[in-house]
């Protein structure tokens, strides 16, 4: 079987971690056919691994042919480029957010189905190993009924950060940029959100935009989780610190998940399960126990996940339905912040 063409759109910070990864895939799986980017560095990038290069994704799209396409571009191009690619029955991996709006995502993401064309969302988490093992556990019953869900976001972004004008305006903040990789990890581990409430401030940095958040969920199964998020605190509990999947990131021991059902309860990063081996209640010791997972780095396994996904063997783990809820659920944080009321994320898959 010969490996699939795939064209990187976007060659910034994440489309560079793509193109490394697809360089080191054995050419029978997949090859960088080209990168499409408008900087001039992207083009010498292209030159300098003897790959095609364009400014434009259409032409590139048109003139190359390849047999996939991740797009790691501006947010705001993510619909029209990705709908580009539907046309032409391209699949696709767009980078999150599906859309920056929900309307759009859900549009898009019905697109897709309606024209079965492969398309995955890369919020990549889900494809860390511990995070599987997490939600099988949680599915088999392993912590009894889900209860209580706590998931700390708490991080200290350098100063330097917002030297970019957009990261201290309203959309540019921790919310949209990182709370929606903790969102769509609990809709994985936990279910649909059904409501939420949530609080914000920007006492901390003093931007326009939000630095720090309260956040309440209930999920549709019941269950209930408090995520407090905050880009102004010198703290390990993050995802991004604690788990050790990107090496941009100091790695702490630590936990910044707990999950807690009416049996067990589970520590992530660790997959540490906490039970009574003997009688239950409070007066009783509880054993931590290490639960045994085969690491591996989620990016890498969300493209040979991209690939099958490509190839028609797979579905996508990430669908643009799960996409545009994602995006409707973190982008209902802010609308609850901003009314003070509680609210249902918006769950349309069909195009008004
Ligand atoms: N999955 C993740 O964890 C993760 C991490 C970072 C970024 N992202 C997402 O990836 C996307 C890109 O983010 P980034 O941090 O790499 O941004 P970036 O600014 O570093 O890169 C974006 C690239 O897109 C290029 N670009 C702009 N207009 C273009 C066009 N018309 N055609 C082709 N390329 C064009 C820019 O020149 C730039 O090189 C965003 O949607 C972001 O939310 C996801």
């Not at 890369?122 to 599915?139: I, S, T």
């Not at 994602?326 to 349309?348: D, I, Q, S």
Request: aromatic content about 6%; proline content about 6%; charged content about 20%.
């Amino acid at each position: 079987m010969s490996g699939l063409s795939i064209a990187v759109c976007g060659a910034g910070v994440i489309g560079q971690a793509h193109i490394r990864l697809i360089q080191a895939l054995p050419a029978r799986r997949g090859w960088l056919k080209g990168i499409i980017d408008p900087m001039p560095q992207a083009q010498a990038q292209a030159e300098m691994l003897g790959v095609r290069y364009s400014e434009h994704l259409v032409r590139a799209l048109d003139e190359w042919r390849p047999d996939a396409v991740i797009i790691a571009s501006p947010n705001a191009l993510h619909v029209e480029m990705a709908g580009a690619c539907i046309a032409r029955n391209i699949p696709l991996l767009v980078e999150k957010p599906l859309a920056d709006n929900v309307a759009d995502a859900f549009a898009l993401a019905h697109l897709a189905e309606e024209r079965d064309v492969p398309l995955l969302v890369g919020h990549f988490r889900r494809h860390n190993p511990v995070m599987r093992a997490a939600r099988d556990l949680l599915a088999k019953g392993g912590l009894g009924r889900l209860v209580s869900v706590n998931a700390d976001v708490t991080v200290c972004k350098p100063d330097a950060y917002f030297n970019v004008p957009w990261r201290t305006q309203s959309g540019g903040g921790p919310v949209l940029i990182n709370l929606v990789h903790d969102i769509d990890a609990l809709r994985y581990l936990c279910g649909e959100i059904e409501s939420v409430q949530a609080v914000t401030s920007n006492a901390a940095r003093g931007f326009e935009v939000e630095d720090t958040a309260a956040v309440l969920l209930r999920f549709t199964s019941g269950a209930l989780a408090t995520l407090t998020l905050s880009d102004a605190t010198p703290s390990p509990w993050c995802w991004d610190q604690t788990s050790g999947e990107n090496k941009d990131f100091a790695r702490h021991q630590g936990q910044c998940y707990r999950l807690c059902g009416t049996e067990a309860a589970l520590e992530l990063p660790g997959l540490i399960r906490w039970h009574y081996a003997g009688q239950k209640g409070w007066t009783q010791p509880l054993s931590a126990q290490p639960l045994a997972y085969e690491p591996g780095d989620p990016l890498a396994l969300q493209l040979d996940h991209f690939l099958r996904v490509a190839r028609r063997e797979e579905q996508p783990m990430v669908s643009g339905k799960d996409g545009a809820a994602t995006l409707a659920a973190t982008m209902a944080v802010l609308e609850a912040a901003r009314t003070g009321r509680t609210v249902t994320p918006a769950r349309n898959c069909q195009p008004a």
